[in-house]
């Protein structure tokens, strides 16, 4: 990362093997090393506490469609590299059609029936 401005993004992918406790969260703690435009060496550190839920309605409700979105593109970006834009294109699609079916399953299914539809590709 030779340049960071204010108008940078930077995307993580976090994964966590163990249980996460609802009642005390998560804490997500990023150091950035970098140099001033005068040469002075400084550090940056962002702080983020994260709710837990166990509830994937709580989940869906909480997710920000506008970052997952921007998640996807880069990660497609990325994957286009070094892979096939077709099967980026198809791995995208699937992505996508796992968190439809999950949505389907745990939320739609409690509420009044309703036909979960997207556009064709």
Do not use: W
């Not at 998560?26 to 060496?41: F, P």
Request: include cysteine; charge should be positive; hydrophobic fraction near 40%.
């Amino acid at each position: 990362m030779a340049s960071i401005d204010s108008d940078s993004t930077v995307c993580v992918n976090v994964k966590h093997d163990d249980k996460l406790s609802e009642t005390e969260g998560a804490y997500v703690q990023v150091a950035v090393l970098y140099t001033s435009v005068t040469g002075q060496r400084r550090l940056r550190c962002h702080n983020l506490s994260l709710n837990c839920c166990s509830q994937m309605p709580d989940l869906f409700r909480s997710c920000e469609l506008d970052v997952l979105v921007n998640f996807f593109a880069k990660q497609a970006i990325r994957s286009c590299l070094s892979t096939n834009p077709k099967h980026v294109r198809e791995h995208i699609i699937n992505e996508v059609a796992q968190i439809l079916a999950s949505i389907a399953r745990t939320v739609l299914t409690r509420l009044r029936p309703v036909s979960l539809s997207c556009p064709s590709v």
